[in-house]
T-cell receptor
């Protein structure tokens, strides 16, 4: 199947700093990318949907100024957690949808720990 | 947000047994996807279903897109230890809808 990479796989940062997570589709063009957050023993919670070249659409309750999403190309999307706080600690997973099919592939996730 | 009703929430079985889990929805879906997630990793796509009634296999896994388009099941035959993990169903609704709706997950534990 198609491959989606995420970098970094884990990050530890101090409270108040910003963290950028990259998501890349390696062997296909992703017309749409998604960012999810997952708490322990829970399902995936969609944070935002981004289409290449346009502004991301955020889910209700997700602060767009705190979670900045950039989808600059058909193979790269970034999520920046600004002014991170301990409550932002979580597992963040990106996903990419292949344009020709109704199929969605996930990255390996990024574990964010804010001290 | 909207969720699919996935059951069972957890299963404890013996190695070699068959496994069955399902998802139901109150609304119609055009796509059903089944994923497996191991601890600390992202979900991995197992099977994708695009047509009502479609029955698709991937090795020991078989999934079906319900005729009513409101349900799907996943079966695993002759379970092995590496089948342990959390299985999620996901569906996409009306034509052109972008968002996937996820089930709550089924946690599978296998006793050797």
């Amino acid at each position: 199947g198609a491959v989606v990479s995420q970098h970094p796989s884990w990050v530890i940062c101090k409270s108040g700093t910003s963290v950028k997570i990259e998501c890349r589709s390696l062997d296909f063009q992703a017309t749409t990318m998604f960012w999810y957050r997952q708490f322990p023993k829970q399902s995936l919670m969609l944070m935002a949907t981004s289409n290449e070249g346009s502004k991301a659409t955020y889910e209700q309750g997700v602060e767009k100024d705190k979670f900045l999403i950039n989808h600059a190309s058909l193979t790269l999307s970034t999520l920046t957690v600004t002014s991170a706080h301990p409550e932002d600690s979580s597992f963040y997973i990106c996903s990419a949808r292949e344009g020709s099919l109704n199929t969605q592939y996930f990255g390996p996730g990024t574990r964010l720990t804010v001290l | 947000g909207q969720q699919l009703n996935q059951s069972p929430q957890s299963m404890f079985i013996q190695e070699g047994e068959d496994v069955s889990m399902n998802c139901t929805s109150s609304s119609i879906f055009n796509t059903w996807l089944w994923y497996k997630q191991d601890p600390g990793e992202g979900p991995v796509l197992l099977i994708a279903l695009y047509k009502a009634g479609e029955l698709t296999s991937n090795g020991r896994l078989t999934a079906q897109f319900g005729i009513t388009r409101k349900d799907s099941f996943l079966n695993i035959s002759a379970s092995i230890p590496s089948d342990v993990g959390i299985y999620f169903c996901a569906g996409r609704g009306i034509q052109g809808a972008q968002k996937l709706v996820f089930g709550q997950g089924t946690r599978l534990t296998i006793n050797p």
